[in-house]
């Protein structure tokens, strides 16, 4: 079955490895016969801090009005991003605090310590690089950055299943290694 994909590289280089797996998971999912839609964060126009939080008024730029608009029309949705710090990049956290917001992602009920999920039917991967071995990031670190996107914003949102591949350690791979990498991006676009 034919699905709608929208990869977001959320990397602020697209000559990154993080920009080479998204361009793999595209060529595979093409391949596969998937519609794929590209968004690459660094080239879009946003103020990525949400000044005055959920009480705020803050209109969302061109930019983030067509990055709703096809995270609306995608039944899947692919990230691409590195752990810096143990969570995703600056630019990649602005972007959700700008786009996943109330009425659009979620909804408080009135009353109630309950929300609705609001892009609920969608499903999403995230292709995570990291300078640490995974094992480390899980063992010693205990994951906070793959718990932040999986649990506390997408299926928070409704988004699930959210499948996590984490390719490192980055700094002492060799071109083998990150030519396997790109291989399991490739054959996950085929897959989704």
């Given at each position: 079955m034919s699905r709608k994909i929208l990869i977001v590289l959320g990397h602020p280089r697209s000559d990154s490895l993080c920009?080479?797996?998204?361009?793999?998971?595209?060529?595979?999912a093409a391949a596969a016969g998937h519609t794929v839609r590209m968004m690459r964060l660094a080239d879009l126009r946003f103020d990525p801090i949400l000044h005055g939080g959920y009480q705020g008024s803050q209109p969302l730029e061109p930019d983030l009005q067509a990055a709703r608009e096809a995270i609306t029309w995608a039944d899947h949705l692919v990230f691409a991003y590195p752990i810096w710090w143990g969570a995703m990049p600056a630019l990649l956290k602005g972007f959700i605090d700008r786009v996943f917001l109330p009425g659009f992602a979620f909804k408080y009920r009135e009353g109630s310590p309950f929300w609705d999920r609001l892009l609920s039917g969608r499903s999403a991967e995230l292709l995570v690089t990291m300078d640490s071995p995974p094992w480390y990031y899980w063992l010693v670190n205990r994951?906070?950055?793959h718990h932040q996107m999986r649990r506390t914003i997408l299926e928070f949102s409704g988004i699930k299943p959210v499948r996590i591949h984490s390719f490192g350690s980055v700094k002492t791979s060799t071109p083998a290694q990150r030519e396997a990498w790109l291989a399991k991006a490739e054959q996950r676009g085929r897959l989704c």
């Open positions: 920009g080479a797996l998204t361009q793999r998971y595209a060529d595979g994951m906070p950055g």
